[in-house]
Structure formats: C-alpha cells, structure tokens
C-alpha cells in the first residue's frame, strides 16, 4: 500500500509518499480502508520529534473508512461497513483499562503518536475500536470527530463538570477542539464566550453557537470577559494554546473557577502568581485525550445531529507535505483531511 512515512524527525520536507507492505490484521482485528484521516496539530509535534515514536513511522490520528477484512475473533462488524477509529492505543488489561479510564493506562498513547497512523490506504485496529458511522455521514466529516471532539468532552464534562447556565471561555474557536468545546457547551447550555484573530473566525464561531467572540489581536482577552460577564469572570476557561494566552485565561476566571487545559500549542512554560491561585481558590486541571465511554458518549451526539465537525480542506494524501505546510500557516476554520 501507499503511506507517508518519516524516517526522521524536521520538517514538512521529511514526509515521504512511499510504498510499504499491507498490515495484516490478528485474530481480535479489523482491516480498514482509510477514506480520510484527518490532521492535528499533534501530527506536527510527532513530525518535529517527540518522544517514543519509533522510525520509520506512519503519522495520523483520525481515521474514517470501511472495513475489508475482519479477524477471526471479530463477529459484530462485516466487510464493507462505514466506520470510524478511536484513536486511543491502550493495554485493555490492567487497573485502569478494565475500569474504563483508557487515558490513563501506562501503555495510553494516541493512534499515530507513538503507534503507527492513518496517513495510509490500510490499516488494522482492535476490533473494539471500530465504531459504525452513520449513511449520511461523511468520511470526511466522521473523520475530523474522534480526538478532538472527544478531547473537549473530557476536558469539560469529564474534568471540569460543567453544569447548565455557567460561563465559558474557549480559547482558540478555529482550532478543532474549539470547535468542538463551544458546541458541547452549549449543548450545556452555558453562556460560551470565546477567542479568535480575525472576524471571519469569529463570525464561524457564532453561527456554531458562541454567544460572545473576542479579537485577541485587537482586544484583552481578560478585560472582554470582565465587560460581558459584568465584572464575574468565566466559570470555565478552556486552554490549548499555553504561554501566548496563560495569562490572560487565570485573570478571566471568577473566584473558585476552573481552567482545564490540554496543550500547548504557543509553547508550554507559563508562571503563575500562588497568592493568585490561592485567595482566589481556582483549580488548574490538566487533560488528557479521553476515555472510551466518552468517545462513545460524544459519537451519539455527533450521529443525532446534535454537534458537528468543521472541515476546512481536504488534500490527497500523496500531498501531505503541503497539508502540513498550510496548517502550520494557522489559516484554517476546522479540520484538514487527508485523502488516500
Ligand atoms: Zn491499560
């Protein structure tokens, strides 16, 4: 099959569309026909260098496609049936895994991180992470729903416990776990204020449901929040971007309020004022990925229309280098999708 593949680690240079031997599935597996796969920024940090990622390897995180072969073992999916990937690679054997908290197993690691991807024409998964997709789903738009739709779940069901009626700050509403945190929270129906740089984001950012946008070019992410909660603050505030915004997103929270975060996409060392955090009682949370029963707790508000993935641009996957490129312009309103 075809596949992009990095034998080092740099930039966009170091994809390569090559030819590499099919997978063969194992009794308890599922052979799938990638359809889309689509990108996140963690495809960028795993390009860079990360950790744990063994070379040659195959990057790609979110996959959607149809099954063509199934194990032995597997009796609840056939060929040809439309399904998606749950990113989550994980033990399935120890404490956590049999009590349902896949993200914080020892072996947890996303699909495409240090575990080989999507950013290919096949692939074989457990068979429990196969999960049938709606007919009038798209490849494209199932595939841009499991990390990051999941990820926002986590972080604000999961973690922060979000309740009806609070405030919402998101950070970041064209990023794809913006997107999918300022529709889960309305789903909550929270008042979800929310950040961009430009206007045409932020006129996205309303039509999918934020009550308030702010320029974080042009205005002071802090004092916004101040004038629209009338001197409150937020509830919730959801980070993923790190240094370039820490400071303002602590100043935003009411007293006793929560900033849950999951990235740190403008770099990860930040300070932090202790007689802040104390007189004022506010938890910092942190965020990992997600479990798989909140995957699936997500997919049924996905599959019922109830939330909706954003796709910016597709490419053909022979062009990911190019993909790569246009991502790290920062440029896009959702999700970029990859193509076999
Ligand atoms: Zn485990």
Redesign the pocket.
């Known amino acids: 099959m075809k596949a992009v593949r990095i034998h080092e680690f740099g930039g966009p240079e170091v994809l390569r569309f090559e030819d590499v031997p099919d997978p063969k599935p194992r009794k308890d597996e599922v052979l799938v026909r990638v359809k889309a796969c689509a990108m996140n920024h963690l495809d960028l940090w795993v390009r860079k260098g990360l950790p744990g990622v063994r070379l040659p390897h195959i990057l790609g995180s979110d996959v959607a496609g149809e099954v063509v072969e199934t194990g032995e073992y597997v009796n609840h999916l056939k060929t040809g049936q439309r399904v998606l990937l749950g990113p989550m690679h ?5 404490e ?2 049999v009590a349902g908290l ?1 993200n914080q ?4 690691t996303v699909l495409g991180n240090a575990v080989d991807g999507g950013n290919c024409e096949l692939i074989a998964a457990p068979a429990g992470n196969v999960v049938p997709i709606p007919d009038n789903l798209g490849f494209d738009e199932a595939a841009s729903v499991p990390l990051v739709f999941t990820t926002a779940w986590h972080m604000l069901v999961g973690r922060a416990q979000i309740r009806p009626g609070q405030t919402v700050l998101v950070l970041g509403a064209s990023s794809g776990v913006g997107i999918a945190a300022i529709q889960i929270a309305k789903l909550f129906q929270a008042c979800v204020i929310t950040t961009a740089g430009d206007e045409y984001k932020l006129e996205k950012a309303h039509a999918l449901g934020a009550d308030h946008g702010i320029n974080h070019y042009k205005q002071k992410i802090s004092d916004e929040v101040k004038k629209i909660t009338n001197k409150g603050g937020a509830d919730i505030v959801l980070e993923h971007v790190g240094a370039a915004t820490w400071e303002e997103s602590i100043k935003s929270l009411k007293p006793n309020g929560t900033l849950v975060t999951c990235g740190a996409t403008a770099g990860p060392n930040v300070g932090i004022d202790l007689r802040f955090l104390y007189s004022r009682q506010l938890s910092l949370l942190g965020s990992y990925m997600g479990t798989m029963g909140e995957m699936h707790e997500v997919l049924g508000h996905v599959f019922a229309g109830r939330l909706k993935s954003v796709v910016d641009r597709t490419f053909p996957l022979k062009d990911t280098r190019a993909a790569h490129e246009y991502m790290e312009k920062s440029q896009m309103f959702g999700k970029i999708v990859l193509q076999p």
């Open positions: 994980f033990c399935n054997h120890c956590k895994c896949q197993c020892r072996e947890f």
